[in-house]
């Protein structure tokens, strides 16, 4: 298993692709953290808020990353001919398909790794760094994970590469509608039922009441728990839909 | 004589009318008083909430009223977005019966460094009467311990050790392309 | 051996591709495996190395039972698919050293075994170039490479020949002829060249619409069918023809 992991970080994280993907999220977090200097109105921001708004577009990045990756691993091995001969191995699918979480995995510690001097910028001369990165990996690592999870989930059901990555961008939106709308919109409706079940929503409000609030650990933990559910249901889907890997007759 | 009179009746009761005017002024129809905080000295991220009492000192009942906090920006002369406040929300009392006194509770977190006036409105959907308590200071202080330097260096840095990764990967490829 | 015993597909919506197939592949064989198009060959072979679970029937590979997930029975076969796909970005050495490591080759042997197969295939002096760039022709040496490299003693070559110039085909079957007759891996292959099948095949079978029509060995089918088909020297085409083909038109 471990070549075939090692084959997946090779393909997706030090891959041409991939380095150029770092780049650019690299040039994105520079741009975000330069303005929080140079522009007027984000300068006057508490530097708790802008330590929050810096996780918030970390963690918006890294999911819509891992999902576009997640959504193409196992339907790109279809598409390009190549996960016949992966599954004629003695590998089972479960190991196949852990292999792609650790490929995921690994890309988003290095985008969780390129933010590190950011974060150290941001939080100069606070103590906030360690509780930063408690959240980082502790809340953001579930709630990417989980949504990198669905999206292989949804490659494994769905042959088609394109028609994954919609389905898990739209789940993406989905759960993150709470985020666009005013506080007014979020207290009733469809919006209001959103709001309560999703975990973006819930990664959020973890992290005002974590970074901002400071409220006790059953409070946090109990704002957590729609994440910690997400990856639960993730889990289970992806398990589920590794079992299903098959092929019909002459496809 | 019947001119003089008039004169004399008509200065009388503009007296009776300013004299009521005072009167309205130094008790309204209805009274909104901030009672907590009488004022904010923090910084931004700080969270409250902002108590108010509202009397209807009228015979009247006051049916579906809104009470809800404003803010104007003194150090940039200019009003707030609340919702950047998440206190875009106000409350509703639907009854206020005559001489009765309700309080309410408005959540509000200051996220801008300035200086404010923030004061509480109330007014009801059927009459276009609109009551206001006193404003209260509010002071929030820039924190920002943020260097601008550091953040230079991390700007231009990160991106150009990354860079410069792209360049060692594009190279062994094309090693192996001419392989 | 493989031992296929009422084999049967038979999809939700009712299609049966395979229909009660029995065959035996016996040690040493090359196994020609012929149809028109959709007769059931890729879900036979499919069924045959576990990749899809039969409706019914059993397949039993060296006396072991074929399941999906099976890793014994993966060691013991080696399979290319029909339109098999490769690792663009990996060089041809890395892509077998991938699948050397992937069937649990030994570490102390993987190096030398790649060597060993991509001298076997002819591709050692090109072994260090991006995949992506290769030929067809030499993807599929590649290809026939990675097939072999876990030492498999039965291989599925599913239209190993398929787009490649005259040459490119003569190369492949010598490859396939070499491998049973030096090696001695039993070959089990499906083809629309029954030029080719009946040149390196000793055993073949005919199948349409999921039922196998005809099976044994080759000069045995050939003696059986001079009678039939009224022919002193009847070649593989002519008795494919003879059986497969629609009493009003005929495909392949």
Known sequence: MSSLIKKEIREHVFSRKGVWIFFAIAILFSGLTYSFVSVKELSLLAQVEVNMTFMKALIGISILVSIILGSTMVSGEREQGTLESLLLTPLSKVEIILSKVIGILVFWLIISAISLPYFYALTYGTNMLPTILAYLYLIGLPLVISFSLLSLAFSTWISSSKNATLLSIILFLVTAIPMFLSTTMKKSGFAHVIDLSSPVSASMLTLKDWLVNKLSFLTIFLDSLPVLGFLVISIICLFYASKKMDFLGGE | ?179 | MIKATNLTKQYDNGFVAVDSLNLQVNKGDIYGFLGPNGAGKTTTIRMLNGLIEPSNGSVTIEGKVVKSENGSVSKLIGVLPESHGYYNWMTGREYLHLFAELYGVEKTRRKSRVEEVLDWVGMAGKADILIGQYSRGMRQRIGIAKTIVHEPSIIFLDEPTLGLDPQGQKDIQSIITRLNQEQNVTVFITSHLLKEISEICNRVAIVKQGKLLEEGYLEELIDGYRLILKNENPTLEDIFFSLTTDEVGGNI
């Open chain 2, 1 to 179: 004589m019947l001119k003089k009179a008039g004169i004399v009746l008509a200065i009388l009761l503009g007296f009776v009318i300013t004299g009521q005017s005072a009167m309205a002024m130094a008790q309204p129809n209805v009274e909104v008083k901030v009672i907590s905080p009488q004022q904010v000295k923090d910084y931004p991220g700080k969270e409250t909430t902002v108590k108010a009492q509202i009397t209807n000192h009228t015979s009247q009942s006051i049916k579906d009223m809104v009470v809800y906090i404003t803010m104007a920006d003194m150090g940039k002369k200019w009003t707030v977005n609340l919702e950047d406040y998440s206190a875009d929300q106000p409350q509703q009392v639907k009854e206020l019966k005559p001489g009765e006194t309700k309080e309410i509770s408005l959540p509000i977190r200051f996220v801008y460094t300035s200086n404010y006036y923030l004061y509480v409105t109330a007014t009801s959907a059927h009459s276009f009467d609109v009551y206001s308590s006193n404003g209260i200071p509010i002071e929030i202080m820039g924190n920002t311990k943020i260097n601008p330097t550091i953040i230079q260096v991390v700007s231009i840095g990160t991106p150009l050790l990354i860079l410069i990764l792209v360049g060692m990967n594009f190279r062994k490829t094309k090693k192996r392309r001419i392989a």
